[in-house]
């Protein structure tokens, strides 16, 4: 069973166009996360729930929402996609924030 | 707030010679530190990681990592190398108990295990 999964792994797009990635994860964890992994490879965290809850909310451009309609689920709706959102973007979840985490396998966002 | 230093970008090895990563963190409150690695094209999986206790923290794949709280320092460690350990490796920090707290990462050191 895979712990933190994450759909699509591959997302090819052109600019201007609005998309989704979805995550959910089957650890019972109460936090997730989701990172944007530029292309040398730098990890920075965007946004994390704790129950449901927005807690961290780093700065990144309103074009990006994301949704957690439960603990188990948290999207990411990107708006108006830009060249520069191209990158790999990795969901995670913890059991308590700032422990340990667990990550999916990412989804790589190519905008053309 | 806190921050993770890996002073080495780029680290190449020949196969079964010992490798080292440093990484250096800097944190105002008592830190959870953990190191993991990225194989091409792969997710994050955790290597090892220190929450307290034993300073000296034993990982999966042969990995050690040892924790010095008076240099701020949490190297990784492998005796020797195997080609399959060619990959990305981050360090990261979480200050326990610290407002909004979150896993910061290191820039990442990447691995070349050579033949």
């Known amino acids: 069973d895979t712990a933190v999964s994450q759909t699509p792994k591959y997302l090819v797009t052109q600019m201007g166009n609005d998309k989704s990635i979805k995550c959910e994860q089957n650890l019972g964890h109460d936090t997730m996360y989701w990172y944007k992994q530029d292309s040398k490879k730098f990890l920075k965290i965007m946004f994390s729930y704790n129950n449901k809850e927005l807690i961290i909310n780093e700065t990144v451009p309103n074009r990006f929402s994301p949704k957690s309609p439960d603990k188990a689920h948290l999207n990411l709706h990107i708006n108006s996609l830009e060249l520069g959102d191209s990158a790999v973007y990795f969901c995670?979840?913890?059991?308590?924030?700032?422990?340990?985490?667990?990550f999916g396998q990412g989804t790589r966002l190519t905008v053309v | 707030a806190q921050s993770v230093t890996q002073l080495d970008s780029q680290v190449p090895v020949f196969e079964e010679a010992p490798v080292e990563l440093r990484c250096n963190y800097s944190?105002?409150?008592?830190?959870?530190l953990f190191w993991y690695v990225q194989y091409p094209n792969q997710g994050l999986q955790l290597l090892l990681k220190y929450l307290s206790g034993s300073t000296l923290v034993k990982g999966i794949n042969g990995f050690e990592a040892e924790f010095n709280k008076s240099q701020t320092s949490f190297h990784l460690r492998k005796p020797s190398v195997h080609i399959s350990d060619t990959a990305e490796y981050f360090c990261?920090?979480?200050?326990?108990?610290?407002?909004?707290?979150?896993?910061?990462f290191g820039g990442g050191t990447r691995v070349l295990v050579k033949p």
């Open positions: 944190s105002s409150v008592s830190v959870y």
């Open positions: 990261a920090v979480s200050g326990i108990k610290a407002a909004g707290n979150k896993l910061t």
């Open positions: 995670a979840s913890s059991h308590n924030l700032g422990t340990e985490a667990f």
